[in-house]
């Protein structure tokens, strides 16, 4: 008989010692422990028994795994499955941890941050759409309030841009600070657009406003679900930083943005 069947029948005889698991599960458990052997003695590596099995049998075992590209969820339930088994028996198998074999999710790059990198203004081709997103962009209002917004409530002399409690997405009225060029060539090209309209959205049905700057953005390759006023977030927050300590700071910007708590805040940026 060969060392595969010895094996796998040495493993059987420990597996019919416990009932543990539901029918399924102990299914699962021969599966992964056949699978192991089966690799083990096609690399060259299989001890003639399962408790000679050691430290570099399962580093043998994930490289290769790795080699023929077997998926990191299924590498970790094998070895996981692995563990368990070892310790029913009169021996406990030196597997190396998740950490210690590198089998860990890779860093996800932040979507959000890299969008925040590049004015997406420019990408855009309607002027409803740049302008909505300019207000997004510099003035840290939701998507919903630079559709709405009233430009006439922006005071330029006193410097500040008035949302009252009916344009507010959280129902509660506030002021932007007005503090640049770029917003105050925002509220300019808004004003183009408007004519002797209060609003973009007398012009145009709300709705189908949303619609263009949804399929605007889509069409430039950019999501239109990105919360853009992260940017303001952000910008807003380095300036004031360098004028209020860190906690004051964010309690500003909270108060300029609208939101409710200091956690969507930090979320946000």
């Known amino acids: ?8 029948k040495e493993s059987d005889r420990l597996l019919r010692r ?18 192991m052997i089966r690799d083990l003695v096609r690399i060259g590596v299989a001890p003639r028994k399962l408790q000679s099995i050691h430290r570099q049998h399962f580093l043998a075992l994930v490289n290769d795994w790795r080699q023929r590209h077997v998926a990191l969820k299924t590498m970790t339930n094998q070895l996981g499955i692995l563990r368990t088994f070892s310790k029913w028996g009169q021996w406990e198998w030196a597997i190396p941890s998740n950490q210690a074999l590198g089998l860990h999710p890779p860093q996800k790059t932040s979507t959000r941050q890299t969008a925040t990198l590049e004015n997406p203004i420019p990408r855009v081709a ?4 740049k302008s909505i997103l300019a207000f997004q962009w510099y003035f840290g209002l939701t998507k919903t309030e630079a559709a709405r917004v009233w430009v006439d ?3 330029q002399a006193a410097g500040q841009l008035n949302i009252d409690r009916a344009l507010a ?16 060539q925002t509220l300019e090209h808004r004003k183009q657009l408007l004519g002797h309209h209060a609003t973009l959205t007398d012009i145009v049905p709300e ?13 430039a390759g950019l999501d239109p679900h990105f919360p853009y006023r992260r940017q303001y977030a952000k910008t807003r927050l380095a300036t004031l930083s360098t004028q209020l300590t860190q906690t004051e700071a964010l309690k500003r910007l909270q108060s300029e943005l609208g939101i409710a708590s200091k956690h969507r805040v930090l979320a946000l940026l």
Not at 126 to 129: I, L, R, S
């Open 207 to 219: 709705t189908t406003l949303l619609g263009l700057y949804k399929a605007d953005l889509l069409i």
């Open 126 to 129: 309607h002027a409803f759409t």
């Open 18 to 35: 416990s009932r543990v698991g539901t029918p399924r599960t102990r299914k699962e458990r021969r599966s992964a422990i056949h699978r």
């Open 169 to 184: 997405t959280n129902g509660k009225e506030r002021i932007v600070p007005i503090v640049s060029s770029k917003q105050a």
């Open 153 to 155: 409530y922006a005071t």
């Open 1 to 8: 008989m060969g060392r595969k069947q010895d094996l796998m």
